[in-house]
Each structure stands twice: as C-alpha cells, then as structure tokens.
C-alpha cells in the first residue's frame, strides 16, 4: 500500500511539472507568461529579446513557439 501511495504522489507531481500553462488561453496572462518564461532556458530568453533579421524573433521549437515579425515604426 505504501508503495503504491509513494508511486501515485510521483505520478502526480511528473505530470504536474509538465503542465503547459502558457498554452491555455483560458488561463490569466500573467500567469501563462511566468510559467512560459519559467520553461526558457537563458540562451532563449535572449534569443527572444534580441530579434534577428530586421526585427524578427526567432522560434523556439522546444516550447512550440513560433518566430514572428514585430512590428517597426518607420
């Protein structure tokens, strides 16, 4: 019986580490944005912030982001 408790409570909290917040669009911003940047690895975070090519953003394939435009006032 024991074992199988200690079993369940690890079940649990695996499947909880992998919840995807971020792609809820039920769930608040600010909340999808904190469990997004909490799953960024640094090299990410930078990638993201720092555009490439004429104000692009590049994907992040590990989290099913997609690379995007954004917008330039000329």
């Known amino acids: 019986m024991r074992k199988t408790s200690i079993l369940i409570i690890l079940l649990f909290v695996s499947f909880s580490s992998f919840s995807q917040i971020y792609k809820d669009p039920k769930a608040p911003v600010e909340k999808r944005v904190q469990d997004l940047v909490s799953k960024m690895t640094l090299d990410e975070k930078l990638d993201y912030i720092g555009g490439v090519d004429d104000y692009y953003v590049r994907a ?10 954004q917008p330039m006032d000329r």
């Open 60 to 69: 992040i394939p590990r989290l099913g982001i997609p690379n995007s435009e």
